[in-house]
């Protein structure tokens, strides 16, 4: 779920040049958490699309995240957008693939998330926390135009987070992130993954009897595989109809 900032930081970053009569993907664009969309729109887009993985208001296309770029094919948009994201998504080296490819040459993502100090939050779940230098090694293979941290405070306390903004170059090589260790907050670490085992430990000794109560005793293994499989399919079919 994205907020005023988050918002705000986009707004600054996509002038008019980078987003009239240009392609625009946002990824996690249900309007229920906030989206970017009225203002992409209101600078006359070529398109806009606006991604989640079910059915919700400002939602055009339904699609896991990590199946974008076979979706809509590499080198197809100007524009990735992705807001409060990036830490709720497993296997964040494939999500930052598929945004770095599915740009043309001189495209621009923008991302925002959160940095250690941010306490663990659903939708559906929690795994990472990202710093100003883990963007800039992760987009070192990009121009980076603009970084910034997060700082707003609720209710007497700090938010941490990071934005940033970055353009595809000409020449573009693949930057690998295979040895880069990002903190995640399952582990309390610095650790290149995280496996099954890990994410069922932190329930079972960190979130405690009250998580596994409210989720009818299911762990969220088993929780998202039903969601991917069987849950969202059937709402996303009915909402059809």
């Known amino acids: 779920m994205g907020h005023i900032d988050c918002f705000s930081f986009g707004e600054r970053q996509l002038n008019r040049d980078l987003i009239e009569q240009k392609d625009i993907v ?27 993985i079910q059915e919700a208001p400002g939602v055009d296309l ?15 948009c100007d524009v990735v957008i992705a807001t409060e994201l990036m830490e709720h998504i497993r296997d964040w080296r494939k999500l930052i693939h598929v945004f770095k490819n599915l740009l043309r040459e001189e495209g621009v993502v923008i991302i925002t ?20 230098s883990d963007m800039e090694e992760i987009f070192r293979d990009f121009e980076i135009m603009c970084i910034e ?49 890990d994410i069922i430990n932190f329930e079972l000794f960190d979130l405690g009897k009250n ?8 762990p969220f293994i088993i929780r998202e ?17």
């Open 113 to 132: 998330t959160r940095s250690l100090g941010f306490p663990f939050h659903y939708a559906p779940f929690d795994f990472w926390r990202y710093e100003v």
């Open 149 to 197: 941290k997060d700082t707003r405070v609720i209710n007497n306390k700090i938010t941490p987070g990071v934005f940033i903004s970055a353009k595809k170059p000409k020449t573009f090589i693949e930057n690998n992130l295979d040895n880069l260790h990002l903190y995640s907050i399952i582990k309390k670490a610095r650790v290149a993954n995280i496996n099954n085992i």
């Open 211 to 218: 998580y596994f109560f409210k989720h009818n005793f299911l």
């Open 26 to 52: 946002e990824v996690g664009a249900s309007a229920d958490g906030g989206s970017m969309r009225p203002y992409c729109l209101s600078l006359n887009p070529k398109s806009y699309i606006g991604v989640d």
């Open 62 to 76: 339904i699609c896991d995240a990590l199946d974008l770029l076979d979706k809509l094919g590499p080198e197809s």
């Open 225 to 241: 595989t039903l969601s991917k499989h069987i849950i969202r399919p059937w709402r996303n079919r009915k909402a059809k109809h």
